[in-house]
């Protein structure tokens, strides 16, 4: 595999074919049923559809699922091709009940797409779970057209087994934000905390999020795979949706990112990755997560927003 040449301050993940070697070795394959303790923080390399029914049944506290969107995609040589709505639709059947199976009985569920696909994935998730919420977040990058307004939002569909006992924190997820008219009781702040780097409120998160970075060169989170998510993204995910030493798990893990966030956060995971090479940047990333632990965006347990965080 050809190295790709890249300016000296790009950050983006690169690999060796030596390393590639020694990543492999790390990687689980399956040909017949396992225990959870096999599967517990490891990456599967392998088709969903092949193996998935080799996992045993509720292992996973949270599933986020980030399957392809109905559009034409070359994942490094596996090629996704767009579809009828209805063909679409017949994909997520496919998967989503035999992935369901893997969900503790108190667990959550969130399904990523785009406003092509938003339609099937509610219709899927409402079949078989109750759906609680639809996050909308805004990513910078995207196309323009001259016909059409520019697409620069994708969906997340929030759901769970059981919506009278579901784990969700959501002090784990508050928003540090500046006070711009701060209002006094008595003398003293009402609602908001004044400090040496300026007046903030705790807020409660929405389901609109515009505080998202979407990794690029000069992140060390970024890798060359097409349909990355932020780490910030996936890590309001985890600790709204998983507690403290849960289970998480990706059948769609591309570059890691949520095996990677899982183990920042000190929680287990588990992911499925049919391409070798993505799994191996898994793999990579795993490594350096062992001493590197920061998040772009989340400094010190908080959520800053954007251009508040402290120098």
């Not at 959870?36 to 392998?46: A, D, E, L, S």
């Not at 805004?138 to 769970?160: H, L, P, T, Y």
């Not at 970075?213 to 780490?231: A, C, F, I, L, R």
Request: glycine letters at 4%; aromatic letters at 12%.
């Amino acid at each position: 595999m050809k190295e790709k040449q890249r300016a000296s301050m790009n950050r983006t993940l690169q690999v060796s074919d030596e390393e590639m070697i020694e990543l492999q070795k790390k990687l689980l394959t399956l040909d017949s049923p396992v225990e959870v303790k096999n599967i517990t923080n490891r990456t599967v390399q392998g088709d969903l559809l092949e193996i998935i029914d080799f996992f045993p049944s509720a292992f996973a506290d949270l599933i986020i699922i980030d399957p392809p969107y109905n559009l034409d995609r070359n994942f490094s040589g596996l090629k996704f091709k767009r579809m009828k709505d209805e063909d679409y639709l017949n994909y997520l059947e496919s998967w989503f009940p035999k992935i369901l199976k893997t969900l503790k009985p108190d667990g959550s569920v969130y399904l990523c797409g785009d406003w092509k696909c938003t339609a099937a994935l509610y219709n899927i998730m409402n079949k078989y779970l109750t759906v609680l919420n639809r996050i909308t977040w805004q990513r910078e990058k995207g196309r323009g057209s001259v016909k059409n307004w520019k697409n620069s939002m994708e969906d997340i569909w929030f759901a769970v087994k059981n919506p009278q006992a579901y784990y969700f924190n959501v002090d784990a997820v508050k928003i540090r934000r500046k006070v711009l008219a701060p209002y006094t009781h008595d003398g003293q702040p009402k609602d908001w905390q004044k400090t040496e780097e300026g007046n903030f409120r705790m807020t409660h998160p929405s389901n609109f999020w515009d505080d998202i970075t979407v990794p690029y060169w000069s992140m060390p989170e970024n890798t060359d795979h097409p349909t990355q998510k932020p780490e910030k993204l996936i890590t309001k995910l985890i600790l709204a949706s998983c507690p403290q030493d849960g289970l998480v798990f990706d059948p769609f893990l591309g570059s890691g990112t949520t095996s990677v966030v899982a183990k920042k956060l000190g929680r287990n995971y588990c992911g499925i990755e049919v391409n070798p090479e993505y799994a191996c940047w898994t793999e990579k990333r795993l490594e350096r997560a062992e001493t590197d632990k920061n998040i772009q965006g989340f400094f010190e347990g908080v959520f800053w927003e954007r251009n508040s965080k402290p120098k």
